[in-house]
């Protein structure tokens, strides 16, 4: 395939209907019998192809003395074949939009499986807490101060939770007993969208659990390991379990 070929080839042409093409442009007023001659491609295969090349409006046929002939438009007006193209396409768009929600609901039934992203590092770990606070919702923590300053600063800290605070959100957190964390649930601009409660002494963990929505998070900072779990259920039971003890702690 020559380059011509291979431009024409953008209008939706498949090699035959090329062939036929360039054939009828250059052979102006074109019978059956001359295109199959020009294009070398059989006579009975042709009438297929020609209809393609009517319907996309790079060809015309016009009848004199009970012949049909097939003639090339102007091929300035090859453009205006990328434009019908392009106009059908965007009423294509606009009609499978009108169906997607009718289709997702039917995908939603028929594929309930969570979906489950894992992240690694320190980096990974603070990506999963940039992406709860992006919520106007409630989130319900379990939270270790001693070890998420350790990992950590109070900046970054400030920066997540002020984060939380133009969204909208609200944290409720289940505290790990420690001198690190009576000193910051001390600080006063936190008062106004966090609630805290101290777990009792005995309560130690490694970990961080948030919920908020349809998502939960399991963060291990021994490992610098975490989990982000998309599924109602399993957040909704999160965070029924979290409401539990916060009555009765």
């Known amino acids: 395939m020559n380059k011509l070929e291979e431009k024409l080839g953008l209008l939706g042409l498949n090699h035959k209907e090329i062939g036929i093409y360039l054939a009828i442009l250059s052979g102006g007023k074109n019978t059956i019998s001359g295109i199959a001659l020009r294009s070398k491609i059989k006579r009975t295969s042709i009438y297929q192809h020609l209809q393609v090349l009517l319907d996309k409006g790079l060809i015309y046929k016009a009848v004199d003395r009970k012949r049909v002939l097939y003639i090339a438009e102007d091929p300035e007006k090859i453009v205006n074949v990328v434009e019908s193209q392009k106009r059908r396409l965007d009423r294509q768009k606009v009609e499978l939009e009108k169906i997607i929600p009718e289709l997702q609901s039917m995908f939603s039934v028929a594929f309930s499986k969570p979906k489950v992203n894992f992240y690694e590092g320190r980096e990974g770990i603070k990506n999963i807490y940039k992406e709860f606070v992006e919520t106007h919702q409630n989130i319900y923590s379990f939270f270790s101060p001693y070890h998420f300053f350790k990992l950590f600063s109070h900046a970054e800290n400030d920066e997540l939770l002020m984060r939380l605070y133009a969204n909208g959100g609200q944290l409720h957190n289940l505290v790990e007993r420690s001198d690190e964390a009576v000193a910051?649930?001390?600080?006063?601009?936190?008062?106004?969208?966090?609630?805290?409660?101290?777990?009792p002494a005995d309560f130690k963990f490694e970990n961080d659990l948030l919920?908020?929505?349809?998502?939960?998070?399991?963060?291990?900072f021994k490992n610098l390991i975490g989990v982000i779990i998309c599924d109602q259920a399993i957040a909704d039971l999160q965070r029924n379990i979290f409401k539990l003890i916060w009555g009765k702690v």
């Open 184 to 199: 910051r649930l001390k600080v006063e601009k936190y008062k106004s969208f966090t609630k805290s409660k101290f777990l």
């Open 211 to 220: 919920v908020t929505g349809d998502k939960v998070a399991l963060i291990s």
